[in-house]
């Protein structure tokens, strides 16, 4: 299994961002996927994740800004962010989870300037 994480970069506050993760070696159909991201030193947090069936779910910090999203036709899964803050500055990973098994890609930097 691989997760191939993009979309990372530099950008000034209130812009927007596309991280996008593709996944080969699963079953993509069935997966649930999620994002994730962390800061040295720190946990690792939950962002977002998303069920085979499309159900979502956001950590509050990012209710009303990121969308997750999924493509099964390209094994691909989505962050949209929006209206970025310096403090969403991370590293951030996607992942898949059961029934198809915890899975990591690398990670790809958000870096917002304020």
């Known amino acids: 299994v691989q997760l191939q994480a993009f979309g990372g970069g530099l950008v000034q506050a209130g812009g927007s961002l596309r991280l996008s993760c593709t996944a080969s070696?699963?079953?993509?159909?069935?997966?649930?996927m999620g994002w994730y991201r962390q800061v040295p030193g720190k946990q690792r947090e939950m962002v977002a994740t998303?069920?085979?069936?499309?159900?979502?779910n956001y950590v509050d910090d990012a209710k009303g800004r990121f969308t997750i999203s999924r493509d099964n036709a390209k094994n691909t899964v989505y962050l949209q962010m929006n209206s970025l803050k310096p403090e969403d500055t991370d590293v951030y990973y996607c992942?898949?989870?059961?029934?198809?098994?915890?899975?990591w890609g690398q990670g790809t930097l958000v870096t917002v300037s304020s």
């Open positions: 070696g699963m079953v993509f159909d069935v997966a649930g």
């Open positions: 992942n898949s989870y059961p029934p198809v098994g915890w899975y």
């Open positions: 998303i069920t085979y069936d499309g159900t979502t």
